[in-house]
């Protein structure tokens, strides 16, 4: 485990440890009374093992032996775009009751998990992640019987938390597991030949090929214009990659897709009316419709189709690929391919190119294997 030591604390509302010096050693400890409060917050570091609780360690000592002394901590988890509410903040309170030693003044050692009291490694079920600021309010508040009558010496805090050593790269998150993984396998620790930059731009190649393959697929609405026939595709779907089925709003069955483009200006030529859309068929990155839409008022298109993630990075926003973590290694053989086709004038090169070309290819189907059926479609709208 990894220790991140407070050296300060933040008073709050309430009444605050008195900060003492040692008149020997001239060190300095804490001094709480009952019912004293203060705060502190840390960084979580972007090599933190994610799944893993929090934990408060508290080095302490009393000179009143075998009595008892209980600790409140209150956990914070603060987050850029959370909303930070009374109502809305992830946050959790646990407790710890302890008894002193039965020598004077013996330095204890106290550990109180500061997280973890739904489930490991999340505050109030949101998952905990590297960047993400996490504040703590300690408070010694009212043991069950026996109270400690004098002050507890604290001269230690720190926060105790699992983080993965064997990382290499300043990448976040997961990104940062996958680019130390391709080093590993070709044979090369810092970064001499394969930057973070290339495997970075790989695996964002390998995101949009899986996205041609249909992989990632939602559902959006498209507000329609009445009289308009033709929706201009990357306007109001920027990221989509095909249109699998399209239902106009009010209609219990989906609308025909038609064979072609000259389909639709054959119906056109036969009837140029409004109505309800019954045909659609996507040309270039227009999707057009017959008949047009009669009204506009809380009409639209609910389009099924699939899309492009948002490019995957090495900082904290949006450092994990968007596949299940088991399949990760689609983008490790991936990139690994890119890499000997890059150094392809090298002795061996071709036939390694040629062997992570089938480890990409067999780990692709098995994450396709865990997406949807190709001719998977929306549900009937009623």
Known sequence: MSAIRIDRLISTAGAGPSETYDPVSLAGFWQWDLNDEARFSITVP??????????????????????????????????????????????????????????????????????????????????????????????????????????????????????????????????????????????????????????????????????????????????????????????????????????FSGCASPMKALAGFQEYEELKAASNRVGTPQYFVIQNTGMYVWPAPAQDLESGFCVYHSYLPGDITCTPVNPNPPVPKAHDN????????????????APGADIKFQEYSALYQREKQKLLGEGEPPNLSLRSYR
């Open 46 to 247: 972007d090599k933190y093992r994610a799944g893993n609780d929090l934990f408060l360690r508290i080095q302490e000592s009393t000179p009143s032996m075998s009595a008892r002394h209980k600790w409140q901590i209150k956990t914070l988890l603060i987050r850029p775009g959370m909303h930070v509410t009374a109502e809305e903040t992830a946050s959790e309170t646990s407790t710890l009751e302890a008894v002193s030693p039965s020598i004077a003044d013996q330095l204890a050692s106290r550990m109180i998990s500061g997280t973890g009291a739904l489930v490991a490694g999340r505050v109030n079920g949101v998952e905990i992640a590297p960047w993400d600021l996490v504040s703590f309010t300690l408070k010694r508040v009212a043991a069950s019987s026996g109270e400690d009558p004098n002050p507890v010496k604290v001269l230690a805090l720190s926060v105790e938390l699992y983080t993965d050593e064997t990382s290499v790269s300043d990448c976040a998150g997961r990104t940062g597991i996958i680019v130390d993984t391709v080093r590993d396998l070709f044979n090369e620790e810092g970064g001499g030949f394969l930057s973070d930059q290339f495997i970075l731009r790989a695996i964002n190649r390998c995101q949009k090929e899986l996205a041609q393959e249909d992989y990632w697929r939602r559902e959006s609405w498209i507000g329609c214009v009445a009289g308009a026939d033709r929706t201009e595709l990357l306007t109001s779907i920027p990221d989509y990659q095909s249109i699998h089925q399209v239902h």
């Open 330 to 345: 689609v983008f490790v053989y991936f990139v690994l391919k890119e890499a000997f086709l890059r150094d392809r004038h």
